[in-house]
């Protein structure tokens, strides 16, 4: 099968693209924030570094402890690294298909409470088609490979 490139929604609104890199590069803040945090820096040293109250701090490391993107690389990374022109279309379709997904789920087979419910990989592409950062030609081309 040969892969036709569609026009990547950055290039098509520079809008989208700038949009991407913002919420990238906050990702990228939290993560890096609970790191030093982890390695025990002050919320004040971080706080200094970063040009913030503490208190701003301290609620970014609750987010950031509570976002699953923060934790490590996610499918809604990959994409916003690509909508943010960081990765070539071709090399977004590679790592997303060799990509370990997994499907929503609940802990308990029985429970319907919110806190047992799981959020699977996948639904970061849901997102992401929902967002305006992959096409639905992507998703579908993902959705053949990976199933």
């Known amino acids: 099968m040969t892969i036709h490139a569609p026009v990547r929604p950055a290039a098509a609104d520079p809008l989208t693209a700038a949009r991407a890199a913002k919420e990238l590069a906050e990702v990228r803040l939290l993560r890096e924030a609970l790191r030093a945090c982890e390695a025990g820096r002050s919320q004040v040293a971080i706080a200094d570094v970063l040009g913030v109250s503490q208190a701003a701090v301290s609620k970014m490391l609750v987010r950031a402890r509570l ?17 943010a022109g960081e990765l070539s279309h071709e090399e977004m379709i590679e790592v997303l298909t060799a990509w370990p997904w997994t499907h929503d789920r609940f802990l308990d087979a029985g429970s319907v409470w919110p806190e047992r419910y799981v959020r699977g990989s996948w639904q970061d592409l849901v997102r992401s088609v929902d967002d305006g950062y992959l096409s639905g030609e992507d998703y579908a081309l993902l959705f053949e490979r990976t199933a």
């Open 67 to 83: 976002a699953p993107e923060v934790a490590g690389d996610t499918p809604w990374e990959v994409v916003l690294r690509y909508a």
